[in-house]
């Protein structure tokens, strides 16, 4: 049996799955998670083969071959979009956030992007912004239910767990950047040429579970309840699969432009076909 270390932020539905209906082993893979604290964490862990596989979105992928060297390619796409949101404890608007210290997890990377994008369309100057690097979307979460910051961007289940502790959204990412893809695997290009059999397996699983779970809806339901998905976000994922887990061309042009936008487009604008790996 393969073994391969994956790290992750919140695991998304097809791995929930794949765990729940036990095909990782079906499929000859022995899987070890770390849950990461940063993406910095994640980026750095991938570049210096600590793990072989992580799971983040498009964006990573172009700053941490960017900034890290890291050589890495998109296996598959997890999710559809990212539904994320801008909460806040007390602001009433984005302006009144902006004079406030902001909780990020990256400011080179990710969701920040989508913020940039949101303030300059507010005409605020994102540069002149206070940022805090606190970490991951839990680590931002707690942070924001504990007081230690004002304003965040969240995803499920934790914009959920926000609004239902009386924390307000000022804007949704469909509003901002509606093409935004959701997370993807991926994996060092020379771990993926070299272990091309156990990588097909090992996303085999995730296909595998992906379609299994419209066919099962309710118990893929529960399944991604008991991770502490609300049911909400359990329903819409299960109706949203991505079609046999293919990265989006137009979920990466959106990820160019935000980049374009904000002056953080590498010298050497990476090609979708370059970064794509095929099983």
């Not at 799955?17 to 095909?23: I, K, T, V």
């Not at 997370?183 to 771990?191: E, I, N």
């Not at 066919?215 to 529960?222: K, L, N, P, R």
């Amino acid at each position: 049996m393969s073994k391969i270390r994956q790290i992750l932020f919140v695991p998304p539905a097809p791995i929930v799955w794949a765990q729940h209906l036990g095909l990782f082993s079906k499929h000859n893979i022995e899987v070890e998670t770390t849950q990461t604290t940063s993406s910095d964490e994640l980026g750095q862990g991938l570049a210096d083969r600590t793990w072989e596989v992580g799971v983040g979105v498009m964006d990573n992928v172009i700053a941490w071959n960017e900034e890290r060297k890291a050589g890495l390619q998109i296996a598959a796409q997890l999710e559809r979009s990212t539904v994320m949101a801008f909460c806040v404890a007390k602001h009433a608007t984005l302006a009144d956030a902006a004079k406030d210290t902001i909780a990020v997890d990256s400011t080179t990377n990710g969701f920040v992007l989508v913020l940039y994008r949101a303030l300059a369309r507010a005409g605020i100057d994102w540069r002149a912004c206070r940022y805090d690097t606190v970490g991951g979307v839990r680590h931002r979460y707690e942070a924001l239910e504990a007081g230690r910051a004002s304003a965040t961007i969240l995803v499920p289940p934790f914009v959920d767990m926000a609004l239902a502790k009386g924390f307000r959204k000022l804007w949704d990412g469909a509003e901002i950047a509606p093409a935004y893809p959701g997370v993807v695997v991926t994996a060092r290009a020379a771990w993926l040429r070299a272990n091309k059999e156990t990588a097909a397996r090992y996303v085999a699983a995730l296909r595998e579970a992906n379609a299994w779970a419209p066919q099962h809806g309710d118990e893929a339901v529960q399944a991604l309840i008991a991770a502490r998905y609300s049911e909400r976000a359990a329903r819409r994922l299960i109706g949203d699969v991505v079609p046999d887990l293919k990265p989006s061309v137009e979920g990466w042009n959106e990820v160019v432009s935000l980049r374009r936008e904000c002056g953080l487009l590498p010298a050497h604008e990476p090609r979708f076909e370059e970064i794509t790996w095929n099983t």
